[in-house]
Structures are given as C-alpha cells and as structure tokens.
C-alpha cells in the first residue's frame, strides 16, 4: 500500500488558507527548508481553525465528513500522485465555485490533503503547474472569505438596526390602549352593541400583529443569513425577548376578542334560529350571515372561534335555505288563492267601468264606484304581483272621470277668473270715485265730505273685497280726513266768541265725561273678576251682582250724556 493510502480522515484536519506568510513556489521532498515552512504554515494556521469554525453554521458536519471521505476513497484507486493532486485541486475548485455560498469547510481540508500530497514525488513540471493553482484558488477563497465577511458584516449591521428599532417600538406598547381608534365598519347589526370594545381590542391587534409579523421575519432572515454563531445566538436571544412582550399579550386580547365574538354570535342565533319557523326577513338574516362572516375574517379570532362561528352560521345559513324552499311551496298554493280574488275584483271592476262608459253615474258617483272597488281589494288577501295589476287597471278605469273632472276644473276656474276680473273692474270704479272726491274736495262743505267718505266705506265693505284689498282703498280715503277736519276747523274759525266758548265748554264737557265712561267701565271690569273669583260664596256674589247693575246703570247714563253732546257739538258747527 502507498504512502497515500495510509493517509486517514481524522489526521485531514480543516486548515485555512495560508497566511501572507506562505510562500508562492511548491514544496519538494528533498527540500527541508520548504518542509520547514510548510509545517510552520500549518502550525501558525491552527489556532486560526476554532475562529473560522465559528463563522460557519454548525450544520452538515455529517455531510462535510461524506464529502473528504469519498474524495480519499476517490484518489485511492489512483497510484500516481499527480492525478490525486489533480483531482484533490478540482474538488477544491468545485467548493468554491458551488451554487450559493462556498463549501470552505471542504475547501480548508482538501486543502490539508493538498499539502500533504505535494510532500510526496511529484514530476517538478507538474508540481510547478499544481501548485499554481493551488495558489490560485487560497488566493480567490481568500478574496471570496473577505467578501463574505463583509457582505455577513453588513447583514448584521442592518438586522442590528432593524431589532433596535423593533425595540423601540416594542417599548411603547405599555401605551398600546391610549391609541386612538382605528376607522374600522362594523357592518353586522349583532355586533354594534360591543363596537366599541371590538375596535378597541382590534386596533391593539393590528399593531401587535404588524410587531409579531416583524419579529418572525427578522428570525426567517437570521437563519438565511451567514453570520458567527454567537453573534446570531445573541440576535435570536433579543428576539425572544421580544417576543415574550408581543406574543403573550397578543395572545391574551385575541382570547377576549374571539370570546366576545363566539357570545355575539351565539346570541344572535339564539335570537332568530331557536325556534322551528323563521319569523324574521330572511334576505336580512343572510346579509347578517354574510356580515357575521366578513368580519371574522377581518378579526384577528383564533381557529376555535373562527372555526366554531363558522360551522354555526353555515349551519344557520343551510336552515334559511331549507326556510325559503318551505316558503316557496307556501307561496305556489297561495298564488291559486290570489288568482281567484283577483277574478272578483276585475269583475266588479269591470262592472264599474261599463257603467262609467254608458254615463250612468256622475264623476262623483263613478270615483265613490270606484273606491268601493279599491275597498274590496284590501279586503281580501292578494299577492304582490296581483296588487300591481289591480292598481293598473283602477288607474286606467279611473282616466275618464278624471278627464271629465279636469274639464269641470277648468270651467270652474275660468269662471273664477271672469269673477276676479269683475271684481277688478269694481276695485277701480271705487278707485276713480275715490279720486274722483279727492280732485273736486273744493265744492263740498267738511258735512258733506263726510257723507260722500261713509258712503265710499260702506261701498267699499259690500263689495265682497279680500282684506287686503279693502285695506288698499281705505288707505286711499285717508287723505279726506285730513280734509274734512280742516274744514271743520275753518267752519269754526267763522263762529262767534260765544259759539266759540260754547263749543269748547261743550269739547271739555265731553273730554270729562269720556274719562268719567273710561272709569266705570274699569269698576265694572274688576267687579266682574271678583264675582268670578268669588266661586261658591253665595253672598259675595250677590253683593257682586248689585254693585255690577249699579255701574251698569250708571254707564248706560254717562253714554246718553256723551252722545247728546256730541250732537250739540256737532250743531253747533254746521251752523
């Protein structure tokens, strides 16, 4: 057996590459100088074993074994050294060039075999050619070492700051109850009583979920990315830390609110589906149905709730199905019914009408015919359709009339507009007389001015005006009183001094006497209340009674005194 074949895997240890230390041109057995350095190499590389372990997952050990085991038992059935080198170089050149990451574990002890194989003969042509490119590939798995290195730097760097920052948001969950509520639709009418419990607990959700969706996705990150081991052990660490704030209380409100929300269902079953037949809409049962399930599916519930809600409404659901089917066949032997009421009321209907056609009933008449008909319909049971139909026809039989009145409307109307035209020609015939007066006031004494303006008035009030009109030519009138008392005051003027004097005492007497009428007829007022505040006292009230015929006796005397005086005031100026 050759010296390769005494070669073991546990003495093939995974040795990095070489440091800047190691030199560029291939050993040779002769050369203890070169066998110095290699042995140097690989003791100065040893201590460097444990650090690039740890920059590696700790998985595939089993497979790394596999893997320099069957390339030892491989270059076994090869007795030349050159082709073991050869194929030692081609299976470092596969680990680095691997789809993914490089195998450097493969690499570092196909690289341990490399050396030991260069110790043994090899031709210089082509120990030379092999040791190039075996150079050539420490160099490049250094140079791709390096770059991992930094891309697995940067990896930690931004998984560094993406947990800092979940951090801080995490620490402001003991304020998760202060926020304000969420623009969230309750569509369900079951669950509007507890809406604000719902949007409540929800809107804490979505913020927990939103915290525990970041937490899985930076453990799902961790585990792709190439980092040391215990820099990820300490990543996974904070995470769980995190997790142990965000995961129990996440899980605690969404308890409570997959309880809540079994009880309002619960309830509304028992409230429309506990008994055998279905009293309510069933069109407004399903969109509550459909309701309740659209927003489990926005809920954050868990599987028993949402499954057991579920199962319960379609439960639910198949019963109004099986509701609409007895409700059809119930619908079908009442469409016989209705058929047959419908036939009464188009024959009465039709007797109406004929009767209508042959002028037999006034429009009155016929409309009065008409409603007895429409009567009898909401007599008897008719179904929806058949009502429509009806009303058709009622409306069709009713045209005529209505025809017939619109024209008695229009006769009438243009009857009133002829009357409203005549009473417009009278309206300004009082207009023209009132004019009329106002331009020839010269020829007329104040007496007869007075005469002509009372007549004008009582024409004005019989002539059967709107009040607003009669307002109008009044307010027309009004400039003759001015009139007529100037006149008066002229014709007073013309007096002598002692018609003067008369008159006046005669003005003064009357003042007194009106003050004197003013005066009894509040006596007589407030003795009115007191009998009427007196009630069942009998002789207060008869006291009451007395005083009252006196003043009314009096009154009935100071009234006769004013009027003789008015009188002689109003001889005394037509003198």
């Given at each position: ?43 100065e590389t040893h201590d460097q074993h444990h650090e690039e372990e740890e920059d590696q997952p700790k998985k ?516």
């Amino acid at each position: 057996m050759s010296k390769m074949n005494e070669i073991n895997i546990m003495d093939v240890k995974e040795k990095p590459f070489q440091s800047s230390e190691e030199s560029d041109f291939p050993p040779t057995e002769n050369s203890s100088l070169q066998e110095a350095i290699l042995a140097s190499s690989l003791d100065e590389t040893h201590d460097q074993h444990h650090e690039e372990e740890e920059d590696q997952p700790k998985k595939g050990a089993a497979s790394d074994h596999s893997y320099i085991e069957g390339l030892i038992k491989e270059i076994e059935h090869f007795p030349e050294v050159e082709v073991k080198l050869q194929k030692v170089i081609d299976f470092m050149e596969q680990s680095l060039a691997q789809t993914g990451s490089p195998h450097f574990k493969s690499f570092w002890q196909a690289r341990g075999l490399c050396l030991q194989l260069f110790k043994e003969n090899v031709s210089p042509a082509m120990r030379s050619t092999l040791w190039t490119k075996y150079t050539e590939l420490s160099k490049e798995a250094r140079r791709l070492k390096d770059l991992l290195d930094e891309q697995s730097s940067f990896a930690v760097e931004q998984i560094e700051i993406a947990i800092q920052a979940l951090e801080n948001d995490v620490a402001q969950l003991d304020k998760i109850e202060e926020l304000p509520p969420a623009n969230f639709e309750i569509a369900s009418s079951s669950l509007r009583k507890n809406k604000d419990f719902y949007i409540s607990i929800q809107n804490q959700l979505d913020l927990l979920n939103k915290q525990a969706s970041r937490i899985n996705a930076l453990r799902k990150e961790l585990i792709k990315t190439e980092m040391r081991v215990r820099k990820k052990n300490k990543f996974f660490q904070r995470l769980s830390q995190l997790g142990d704030k965000v995961f129990p209380k996440r899980k605690e409100l969404i308890a409570s609110l997959s309880n809540r929300f079994i009880e309002d269902v619960d309830m509304f079953i028992s409230h429309h589906f506990s008994k055998e037949d279905l009293k309510d809409s069933l069109f407004i049962l399903r969109e509550e149905i459909k309701a309740l399930q659209g927003t489990a599916k926005l809920f954050t519930l868990n599987t028993h709730a949402f499954t057991q809600t579920r199962m319960r409404l379609s439960e639910c659901w198949d019963k109004i199905k099986n509701e609409e089917k007895e409700r059809k066949k119930v619908r079908s032997q009442q469409k016989t019914a209705f058929k047959a009421n419908m036939d009464q009321v188009f024959e009465k209907l039709e007797e109406a009408k004929k009767a209508i056609g042959e002028n037999q009933l006034s429009p009155a008449e016929g409309n009065k015919k008409i409603d007895e008909v429409a009567a009898f319909m909401r007599s008897v049971e008719l179904g929806r359709d058949e009502i429509q139909h009806l009303r058709e026809q009622i409306a069709i039989a009713r045209k005529p009339l209505l025809e017939l009145m619109k024209s008695e409307e229009q006769k009438r109307q243009e009857l009133e507009q002829e009357k409203q035209h005549q009473k417009q020609i009278k309206i300004q015939e009082i207009r023209d007389e009132i004019e009329q007066l106002i331009r020839s006031v010269d020829s007329f004494e104040a007496n007869q001015l007075g005469q002509k303006k009372d007549s004008l008035l009582e024409k004005i009030q019989n002539a059967g005006l709107l009040k607003s009109e009669k307002i109008e030519l009044e307010r027309q009138l009004k400039p003759l009183r001015d009139i007529i008392a100037d006149k008066k005051a002229m014709s007073l003027t013309a007096l002598s001094a002692d018609e003067r004097q008369a008159h006046q005492q005669l003005k003064d007497a009357l003042h007194e006497r009106k003050e004197l009428r003013n005066q009894i007829k509040e006596q007589l007022e407030t003795l009115r209340r007191g009998k009427g505040a007196s009630g069942l006292d009998f002789e207060k009230a008869m006291e009451y009674n007395s005083q009252i015929q006196i003043q009314k006796e009096r009154l009935e005397k100071i009234n006769q005194a004013v009027s003789e005086i008015e009188k002689k005031i109003t001889d005394l100026e037509k003198q």
